[in-house]
């Protein structure tokens, strides 16, 4: 299993000079999540963006990633405004592997608790499942992509109906 880090919410840090929340270029909120647990999980930071940034060019390089890695198995940190949409773009390139994306609407800076809920989530989701496909692990769902989507209203995720 591979832990693709691209930013998003979670990963966001209060800036204290000017004063507006950034997505650093680290992978410390992962690896205090999972510092107190047994397994070395292999984590990758790649991108480092606020999703609304993303484009094609950071979609495909996730894309690239994954078809070079020896792992069939991988949980994607992800913003939660386009996290849909880049899993509807890797739906139409792999489905011969598990891809599970996550991210959190707080940062974990902020709230430790849902970030750590979502990424212990798909991590245990990841182990268990054996079907292979495109899922989306937030607010204590976890589906394929298609059936779980961002309530912009409500500010969660919720299945589709």
Do not use: W
């Not at 890695?69 to 509807?88: C, L, P, Q, R, V």
């Not at 054996?130 to 779980?148: T, V």
Request: overall charge negative; charged content about 25%; glycine content about 6%.
């Amino acid at each position: 299993m591979l832990i693709l880090n691209s930013g998003g919410t979670l990963n966001k840090r209060y800036n204290f000079i000017n004063g507006e929340l950034e997505v650093p270029m680290d992978n410390n909120a992962i690896d205090k999540i999972l510092q107190n647990v047994e397994f070395k999980y292999d984590i990758a930071g790649i991108i480092f963006k606020d999703s609304l940034q993303m484009d094609i060019n950071d979609r495909k390089m996730l894309a690239n990633i994954i078809m070079q890695s020896k792992d069939d198995t991988f949980i994607i940190i992800h913003g939660t405004d386009t996290m849909n949409k880049s899993a509807e773009f890797l739906s139409e390139i792999f489905n011969d592997r598990k891809i599970i994306l996550t991210g959190a609407m707080k940062p974990f800076e902020i709230d430790n608790i849902e970030s750590s809920l979502n990424l212990g989530m798909a991590i245990g989701f990841a182990k268990a499942i054996h079907s292979n496909g495109i899922y989306i692990c937030m607010n204590g769902n976890i589906e394929l992509h298609n059936k779980i989507t961002k309530n912009t209203n409500l500010g969660k995720f919720e299945l589709v109906k």
